[in-house]
């Protein structure tokens, strides 16, 4: 019980990689404050926290809007008197060729996956900097880290995530706040079928026939579970990586070696 007396917020936790996190908090535990636009889900993780033992908070939260997230953080205050912990996991896809691409969607997936990590940690920080501690983790992505011919905007988000990790890093080390991110690869979530869906598209094969051929190029030979990713992010924000900050962690079975 590491986190034993910690509250920690998971942006988009209601469901994947975000619940997986929520849960794996909780049994180190943590209070949990899900951060959730889609509500049934949100509700579902609440409870699969609270059969853990541990308190759990729903707050219906747009990341995108400076509002929510000013509540978000009311709110957890207010009801669990502290925050210690800020999961920024909250992320969208959309493949398109390069020459496709639209301001429109542009805008939506750096919104949405670089903007809104930035002022939700933002929004945090004052609490984190009063209590003289804190952890941030940020989920970029393998894509951070490598080029693609169909994913460019998603791309650019995450390294994105992946630069301004280590500038919060060090702007707030002085302040006891630790800030890393993790790359997944390949994870088998509600998000992976809309890349295997529409990356699929692209290449001329099927949803099923991608999700193979991707399969087969991890080293490590199998697809990723949200669970994986949920337990190095746990790790991060506990104080056994309590000396590690500004880092990127790569979770990706072995697809990104360096």
Same mark, same amino acid.
């Given at each position: 019980m590491?986190?034993?007396g910690q509250v920690a917020i998971v942006t988009g936790a209601g469901r994947g990689i975000g619940r997986a996190t929520a849960l794996e908090l909780a049994r180190m535990g943590a209070d949990v404050v899900v951060a959730e636009l889609d509500q049934e889900g949100a509700k579902r993780t609440a409870g699969e926290v609270g059969a853990l033992g541990r308190r759990a908070l %729903? %707050?219906? +939260?747009? #990341? +995108?809007?400076?509002?929510? *997230?000013?509540? !978000?953080?009311d709110r957890t205050r207010a009801e669990l008197?502290?925050?210690?912990?800020? %999961?920024?996991n909250a992320g969208i896809y959309r493949a398109a060729a390069s020459l496709d691409v639209t301001e429109e969607h542009w805008d939506a997936v750096l919104d949405i996956n670089a903007k809104a990590v930035f002022f939700a940690s933002q929004a945090v920080l004052p609490a984190m900097i009063a209590q003289k501690n804190g952890a941030i983790v940020n989920l970029a992505s393998m894509a951070g880290k490598i080029g693609?011919? +169909?994913n460019l905007p998603y791309n650019v988000s995450k390294a994105a995530v992946i630069s301004m990790t280590k500038s919060l890093a060090l702007a707030h080390a002085g302040d006891g706040i630790r #800030?890393?991110?993790v790359c997944p690869g390949f994870v088998e979530t509600d998000m992976w079928d809309v890349v295997a869906r529409e990356q @699929?598209? *692209? !290449? @001329? *094969? +099927?949803?099923e026939e991608f999700t193979r051929q991707r399969a087969s190029?991890?080293? *490590?030979g199998r697809m990723e579970r949200p669970e994986d990713v949920?337990? %190095?992010?746990a790790f991060l924000a506990s104080p056994r990586a309590g000396y590690m900050t500004g880092q990127a962690v790569s979770v990706d079975g072995g697809l990104v070696m360096h």
């Open positions: 590491e986190l034993q %729903v %707050v219906p +939260t747009d #990341v +995108t809007r400076r509002a929510d *997230l000013s509540a !978000m953080v008197s502290r925050i210690d912990i800020l %999961v920024n693609s011919k +169909t #800030v890393n991110c @699929g598209k *692209l !290449m @001329g *094969l +099927t949803a190029q991890v080293p *490590l949920a337990n %190095v992010i």
